[in-house]
């Protein structure tokens, strides 16, 4: 959606490892919105939209794979890697669904690969598949999302091999409107805070 008159933009870039294995444990990254949040004078921001774009600087053009495994000679194997918005720091990303209080969205990528055992010899011929999954939705259009807090980018990373010792990035755009907070507004962030 495009850009209302009084919406900002905001852009952060994060930064994780992924571990020899292929694998990141759940890390947070913070937004700050300190510039617009504060609950004393009644400011915060309402969340309309969230873009997450996952990069790796030292691969050409510094994209992200599109397979996410080392073929090397794997029979089957499945990726995952998981980017989400929330207020509530969780501890562990298994608890992190789009019902989890204070989750504003979730993506997911998946890599699947399967080798053809029967006709070729293994590791030689395979077939693929790649998913984006968003859950939730990354348009929160036209009310927004309160939040009166920073704002956390959690991100995991499981058996993402062809990435094994590598520094990724995950570059997040964020539309938002400044807004007076109410007690009205306060009363329904703490209402969507609670477990259903």
Not at 116 to 127: E, I, K, V
Not at 150 to 168: K, Y
Request: aromatic fraction near 8%; charged fraction near 20%.
């Amino acid at each position: 959606m495009a850009k209302g008159s009084s919406d900002v933009i905001l852009r952060d870039r994060l930064q994780f490892e992924i571990d020899t294995n292929g694998d990141t444990e759940l890390v947070y990254g913070r937004i700050d919105l300190s510039d617009y949040c504060n609950i004393v004078e009644n400011r915060g921001l309402a969340i309309k939209e969230i873009r997450f774009q996952p990069r790796v600087p030292s691969f050409v053009l510094g994209d992200f794979p599109q397979w996410m495994l080392d073929l090397g000679t794997t029979l089957a194997a499945s990726a995952n890697l998981k980017m989400f918005a929330t207020t509530t720091a969780y501890e562990n990303v298994s608890d992190v669904g789009i019902a989890s209080p204070n989750v504003l969205c979730v993506l997911n990528r998946q890599n699947t690969v399967l080798a053809d055992t029967l006709t070729t010899p293994a590791g030689l011929q395979f077939a693929q598949a790649t998913e984006w999954n968003w859950f939730g939705t990354p348009d929160l259009h036209p009310e927004g999302y309160d939040v009166v807090t920073d704002l956390l980018i959690g991100i995991s990373a499981n058996n993402c091999t062809r990435m094994s010792d590598v520094t990724v990035e995950l570059d997040v755009m964020i539309i938002a409107e400044p807004k007076k907070i109410t007690q009205k507004d306060l009363t329904q962030m703490l209402t969507q805070a609670q477990d259903l």
